[in-house]
């Protein structure tokens, strides 16, 4: 539960002042907006525009060929990197022929060490890291 407490600098003030206040203070925060769009400085789309595209729509411009990079190992070195894509292969091996165990009802099974969501949310046993 969130609770919302007044900030002891603002205690001296009645509820009436201090929302006067924060209104006056949102007003010229939305005035300094307003004024950097008129001057070309930054932009800003109404509601409508947010609330215009599909939730699945993508940007009609992809410049980078599907598939073509990983993201999840990055490494100049050669080796570094060829080690690292090996010890990942390995975890995805073990995770899935444990997944697969686990699936067909065996709950003894034991995942490798990183595995988080199963662990979180199932339960399961994990290998030390």
Known sequence: MLEIVRPK?????????????????????????????????SSFVGAASVLEP????????????????????????????????????????AYRAAWLRWRDGLRDVIFPAGTYALRLHSGVTCAPG
């Open 54 to 93: 599909s939730f699945d729509a993508k940007p009609s411009s992809e410049h980078e060929p599907l598939g073509a990079l990983n993201p999840k190992i990055a490494a100049k070195a050669p080796a570094v990197r060829v080690r690292a894509i090996r010890k990942m292969q390995a975890f995805l091996d």
């Open 9 to 41: 600098i603002f205690e001296q003030q009645t509820a009436e002042q201090l929302a006067l206040m924060l209104r006056d203070e949102v007003d010229r925060r939305a005035e300094r907006a307003r004024e950097s769009v008129l001057r070309g400085a």
